[in-house]
Structure formats: structure tokens, C-alpha cells
């Protein structure tokens, strides 16, 4: 006879290791719930539009709504599949390991390599939705769905959606070893803090200069000014904002840890 742990396991993933999860995880789960909504509203698209097409009625909005249904779906089933340890894992050996040793294999993956690919896959995605809202992007077709960067907007949004999944899981999984204090958050996901570190002085500074640029002046423009500059490493070039953000992360953590006042005493 299955266990409780079990049976829930198989109807409701989300309810799974509950008492573990953080308010991070059960915001995440909750969405996700709410979004699950979108598969049926799917299925009864993907039925009309064959019934209507049959008819020969098509109907090409219907068309549109489909792969809109589907790509936000997927999209927090991501985040979903984050928080509830639900996706598809490609090795073999993981789960004979103790628990402690998959625990660290989690912090790792989702820290130091899942959330930094999630990190740069907004920022790609951001000029992408913006230029879609800029131009009010519709439909290829004059009878579909108009009004495209909504669901690129949508895209982009997920990413921030993804990556509080992944923080949350991060420091629910730091929490099975030491006190999740907030150093420990960022060293535990040091890439991907790297790299949100670097966004935000980028995007910072850009701001301050759109202010005093020039009448007339394009984002080409700003964005070739002297704070976006470079240095040269050898074969290498680093922006300026890359090397104020590898200087400013690794200090932060150890400012962080310096005042942590439980450090010294062991916990």
C-alpha cells in the first residue's frame, strides 16, 4: 500500500517536501497552479479551431491563441518544474547519492549554472519585448491575434518568474546544510549574482546618461560612451561594467560574511 508521501507525490507535486518550501517556493507553486488553468483553455482552442476548420470557417486568431497558450504555459512550467524537482534529469547515478550530496549537486545546478543561463536570457529577451512594444508588433496575419508583445513582454517576465524559482530552491537547499544567511545566498549562486550585479550597473548607467545625453541621441549612441568602454586582457576585452561587477560581487559576499555576527560562532 502507496504511503501519503506518495500518493501526493502523484496527484500534486507542488504539495510535496511543503513544509521545506519558503515563501518564494509556495508563490511560485501558486502561480504555476493558476497557470495550469491555461492547458484546458488550450485544448478547447485546439477543438474549435479543428471543428471551425472543418467547416470551413478557420479561423486564424485561433491559430495564434494556441502557440500563445502554449508558450506562457511552458514557460512557468519551468519555474514549476524548479521548485518541485519535477524535471527530467539526465544522469543516473544522482539518485543513489546520500541526501546531502544531492543537496550540494542542487545548490550547484541551480545556482551556478541554471540561473545565470536564465539571468542572460532575460536580458537577451528585453530588447526583444521592448522593440515588440515599441513597434506595437501585431500578427502576420490580418485575422490573428494582434498585439504581439504582449505575449513577448510575457516571455521576458517569465525569465524573472524562473529565476525566483530557482533563488527560492537555491536557499531552501542551503537550508538542509547551514542557515541560508544572505552571503551564503550569494555565493551559492555567484554567476548568475555576477551577472545580475553587472545588469544593474549596466542598465544604472545607461539611465544616468539617456538623462545628459544629447538631443537626438540613439541607444547606439549612448551606448557607446565612455562609461561602456573597455579594457584589454591580452586576447581579451572586459567592459568597464564587467569589471565593476567582478569586484563589486566578491567584495559584497565578504562584507556580507565579515557581518555575519553568527559566523563566529559556528552557525
Known sequence: M???EEIVAVSDPGEVGRAE????DRFVVQMSNIAAWLFPILMLAITAQVILRNSGMNQAWLDD??????GAAVLMGVGY????DSHVRVDILYDGFPIEKKTRI??????????????LSWDVTFDYALGSLRADEGSSSPNGLHNLWIIKVFMNMSFVFVAIACWSAVVRNLARLHPPKLWRQLWATFPGTFLMINLAIYYGL??????FAEDGATSRDISRGPGFGSLE???YELTYTVIAALIVTPVLVFVLRAMDPTRKSGA
Open 21 to 24: 518550501h519558503n515563501r518564494g
Open 233 to 235: 586582457f591580452g586576447n
Open 2 to 4: 502507496e504511503s501519503p
Open 65 to 70: 491563441l494556441q502557440w500563445w497558450l502554449y
Open 106 to 119: 542542487n545548490i550547484f545546478a541551480i545556482g551556478w549554472l541554471f540561473l545565470p543561463f536564465i539571468v
Open 81 to 84: 518544474a524548479v521548485t518541485t
Open 206 to 211: 545607461y539611465g544616468v546618461m539617456s538623462v
